[in-house]
């Protein structure tokens, strides 16, 4: 039990590194829009798997369109961010959308606990200011519990999560809300995307213990 605690804290601590290393893609936002969001590019090189254990870079371009991510097995890596560079105004009271399947079989067992989270596993929306260096604990935000994905609960169908750009709706790093520190990220906005995690945190990242599992996104808009 020692031991494995041991491996749990050594994960986590490299997944914190890469984060203050700043993983992401281009430093400043490739898309721009002024008209209040729209769709927003699913080419698989627009995007990139950040703050994740083991695994980089961009996800696979799917045939069906979009782009997907396989789930690694516990052990071998974990799934944190996957996001793309975004820049728009007049965002505020917008609904961003992700339309997404997730494939896996009878087998499949996911598992949050890599990171010292626990069980269940999810996917949720994330926004994240320009600049951040993951220090600013409100640079990044998370859509509340209600609008996240628990995996396996729809599994192999088209599902949809959305929330309102609205403070009521996000939380930062520490769970927290500020209507101030949210507006400021909507007006500085550089990257928005998914994340996983478990129970206690978004973006803490998941794999799964037996099984397969393909994250495959379709479709995301600001409208």
Known sequence: MKRFHSKILVWYMIILIAGCKNFHGPTEPIYTSSGGGGSISVAASDWEITNSYKMSGPPSPSS????????????????????????????????????????????????????GDSNPAYMCLFIERRGDTLYNDNYRWWAGDAQRYQLGSADNRRYVISAELSYQNWTNVRRQTSPAEFEATLNDLGNVGITFGGAS?????????????RVHVIEVSIR
């Open 64 to 115: 069906q369109g979009g782009w997907y991510v396989d789930l690694p097995n516990s052990g071998s890596g974990l799934l944190g961010y996957v996001q793309t560079p975004y820049r728009a105004t007049g965002l505020q009271h917008k609904t961003l959308i992700v339309t997404f399947e997730v494939e896996s079989d009878a087998a499949t067992q996911y598992d949050a606990t890599g990171s």
């Open 201 to 213: 945190f978004y973006g803490h990242g998941v794999s799964v213990r037996s099984g397969h599992a």
